[in-house]
């Protein structure tokens, strides 16, 4: 798969009133890119417009300055760039452009460019007597220089969308350009009769109020968070939300599972009739898979339902549990075995939470993420394979397609079976042996996507055992869980004991535990056969050394 | 409308070989009716078989038992009676069979005939030489007898439900047995993708065997109930139940609503792990209103949401909260503002509950079917007006097609609106003025439905003074009300206060006032344009006098 380094910018030429500046701007945002305008540089340089250095320094002084523009853009940060109608009329422009990336000119024809710049007195080279046949002449002057680009979109008369979605499906078929694509993708999730959109965006809680608007006067709205999340973040979503119409409280719980019972939940009716806030309102699920998991299950109880949205702030959270709609609390004797179905009305993840994730998060993280690969995606198993250290060093390209990739995966399961009545269960592996791991860990402090990591070493090396996958489908697993620093052996914990709990798990005591494994880097098959001295040995294989 | 007296019985006459015993049975359960046999009457009065008697006493003896038979089916309950095929060979009978009820003639060729009969010996008529040509003899000796019945219906190579439904068609239209058909009719309710069924059956909770079986080994199941209502029907509940494959537990919970709160769900949240219970698990709500909407939340809660079935012992539940999906519990500062919605898996109706229900709650009950007919029902309006004193005295036709188009009722504004969002409203017809008299009751010990009596009292009253219905409607709905011994005026609550409660109702002050009023009986429309004087003013028509 070819992804690093993508290109560093995507260039839009074409004659003025083509649209280059907005559908850059419009491109940019749905790439998650900064947008730059280089007649905007240019005239930033110059301290006067552009007419005014075309009147009192001549076209080649504003050539000079373009070029110079041009060279400061493709230096910065990852961008798209919309530049002057005569920039490729310049070779040295010309060799730039096509080394930072694919330059897509947008044509139009003369009737409309005229139309669509008639009124308009800041460009000067349309000043003269007849613009048409200033027009037609300086299109055919420039009709090789425009020839150079890699893609020619029509701006003629198509809505913006149509220009924008070409754009893109250039892009998407374009090597250097296909992860900022994909990378981009809104997720959609069908859950039964509900319908709603993850959004991935770095700095995506700063665009609350247009993500998520109230949609009534007066409309309250709760955010439930937890405290250390709250000190971050809070203000940022309060405010974000606030200029979205909301009237929004915030309530910080301690961090951890113990507020995810029923008296959590009550906490949480009590503030929401508190502030009075009623079926117009709205919960807003600020942190991890905890706050999710309980503030979902208040809204879906709260006056028989009410709205809320995923905002998760870990990785974990952002690639599994903020999606599928299942909420809930504890019950002292087992997790979750007091909750419903509730979707959420969106999910918002902003890239930018992962910044003041601890690593040790984010590797634990990473777990869900090998094993979304590890069942259903080969190809972003490869990507992990060559890019975990950009993932890891949070390259924003990198975060974003894996982002986009994992909730994809996630959605379609969830699609598959909204309510968790069978196909979902392949989401489950690696997990009954590392939910054995995980439940005798003891002091040993063991989070759950490191239990995770060990369980899939086990199931894949159980996999080999039994004749389901061959030796690399193994060594490639284990390989990518080692880069990602996470552990392939248990902590030193009586295995006796985890092999009883093992034994003991409802599924496998009544006969008719399903284990999902991987007969090849992408698939996944939901074993019902496995005897219980296969299960007891996959155990031992990562048994601390 | 026409109504009682119905049919003492419907007769089925016909050759022998076309089913009538076997369609008289299936036909009485459909109507909930006795089944009875001539044939296996005078075997019984003689104490021998029918064989025995022709062989011994001739053709003319047994014809003389038949009659006799014939006349003591008659004078017994409301019941389908099987004849011998020659019955209406006597004038005698034909005359007590058309006094009786309607006679359904069922058809079938000789050949059919021979082949359901060859291979039995107790036909003491088919047993000579030549058995097809004794069979079209007979047929040509009784075909004007058989022309006597009222309808003919062809039992030749139908399937048996074919046959069932066409006599339910000719019922159905004969006003002699209308409303025992439409008494019968089991309702089904579609709420988004759920869908079940309504049964209303004297004795049902005898057939929960057959009505609500387990659907795996060690199923368990538990039933929520109150210990008054669990000394009268839980061991009964408990073996129809174990009778059908389940393992039940009961727990019989404090009456009242004190135990319909999280608390409450908690404790049951407890019995359920407790016991084991899975997600194979189902809860049955014996009971009222609050037990069903406790129960209901703590399935729709438990495990993600496992089955429930509502087994409702009060008119009200019965009519009413049963079903439509509302779960919920009480917070201290509101009813039912934590809930959510849950289907149940069906819905079973003993009517035989209403034997030991106090004539109090039965009335009290009334209220919501007069409430019923008055928005949506004219028809059974009209029948609540001449056959009140009938239902009070329980006759089961009467209870039992009240029931029926109760439900039938509250099933269609269940599917137009199943979460809840607008449509339903009409539902609370007599509920926005009899909630404030309610909330005011203080030391008056006032029954919901009692409360919506003098509600709807007060808002025909308004629906009349701001000239969108007669005189008559309101006469017509008050006369109803006084009938059915429900109050039509309030205690003597402080009014002023009462008047208060009703300004402060969240949807008055939020100016949203949607109040349904009945234009005409049968109809209902909803004002949002009410004036808050109007509506004081509508509180004072049922001031204490």
Chains 1, 2 share one sequence.
């Not at 230096?75 to 760039?81: H, L, Q």
């Not at 979503?237 to 119409?245: D, F, P």
């Not at 117009?280 to 999710?292: E, N």
């Not at 087992?334 to 890239?351: E, S």
Request: glycine share 10%; proline share 4%; aromatic share 4%.
């Amino acid at each position: 798969m070819d992804y690093l380094p993508p290109a560093r910018a995507i260039m839009l030429t074409g004659f003025m009133g083509t649209g280059k500046s907005t559908n850059g701007r419009r491109l940019a945002r749905r790439l998650g890119l900064d947008f730059l305008d280089t007649d905007d540089l240019v005239e930033e340089a110059a301290g006067k417009t552009i007419r005014a250095i075309f009147e009192e320094e001549g076209e080649q002084a504003f050539r000079d300055l373009e070029t110079e523009a041009l060279g400061r853009s493709l230096a910065g940060p990852r961008s798209v760039i919309a530049t002057g109608g005569g920039i490729m009329l310049r070779a040295e422009n010309v060799a730039m452009m096509k080394a930072g990336g694919p330059v897509i000119c947008l044509q139009a024809s003369p009737k409309t460019i005229l139309s669509r710049t008639s009124c308009r007195d800041t460009r000067p080279l349309l000043q003269g007597e007849d613009p048409l046949g200033t027009i037609k002449t300086l299109m055919d002057e420039r009709r090789d220089a425009y020839g150079l680009a890699d893609y020619a979109v029509s701006a003629d008369n198509a809505d913006r969308g149509t220009v924008l979605e070409r754009m893109c499906e250039h892009l998407a078929g374009d090597p250097r350009t296909a992860v900022l694509v994909e990378a981009s993708q809104r997720v959609m999730v069908r859950a039964g009769s509900a319908q709603y959109r993850i959004h991935i965006q770095r700095g995506a809680f700063h665009a609350l109020d247009r993500l998520c608007p109230a949609r009534s006067k007066e409309a309250r709205c709760l955010i439930v968070t937890t405290k250390p999340i709250a000190e971050l973040y809070a203000d940022l979503v309060t405010a974000s939300l606030a200029a979205g119409g909301w009237d929004p409280d915030v309530i910080a719980l301690a961090d951890g599972e113990a507020t995810k019972t029923l008296d959590g939940a009550a906490a949480l009716y009590d503030r929401l009739i508190d502030r009075r806030v009623d079926s117009a309102g709205m919960v807003f699920a600020l942190g991890g898979g905890v706050v999710g998991d309980l503030a979902g299950f208040v809204a879906a109880t709260y006056r028989r339902g009410i709205a809320f949205a995923q905002l998760p702030t870990s990785l974990l959270a952002q690639v599994d549990a903020s999606s599928g709609g299942k909420v809930a609390v504890n019950h002292p004797r087992g997790k979750n075995l007091i909750g419903t179905f509730h979707q959420p009305a969106g999910v918002v993840i902003d890239t930018a939470t992962l910044d003041t994730l601890p690593e040790r998060e984010l590797r634990s993280g990473l777990a869900e993420i090998i094993k979304h690969a590890a069942i259903a995606d080969a190809d972003m198993f490869g990507f992990l394979e060559s890019e975990l250290e950009a993932f890891l060093a949070l390259d924003e390209v990198a975060v974003r397609y894996i982002l986009a990739r994992n909730c994809q995966i996630k959605a379609r399961f969830v699609e598959q079976d909204p309510w968790d009545r069978g196909q979902r269960a392949v989401l489950n592996y690696g997990h009954t042996i590392g939910h054995a791991v995980e439940r005798c860990a003891g002091e040993w402090d063991l989070r759950h996507g490191e239990a995770v990591a060990i369980g899939m070493v086990a199931e894949a090396r159980l996999a080999h055992k039994i004749g389901i996958c061959d030796e690399l489908t193994v060594a490639r697993q284990l390989a990518i869980i080692e880069k990602a620093g996470l552990p392939t052996t248990a902590p030193p914990i009586d295995m006796t004991e985890a092999a009883e709990s093992l034994m003991l798990d409802k599924k496998i005591s009544g006969g008719r535990l399903r284990l999902p494994l991987v007969p090849a880097i992408g698939q996944v098959k939901v074993l019902t056969d496995i005897e219980p001295d296969a299960l007891r040995e996959a155990l031992m294989y990562v048994a601390h050394e």
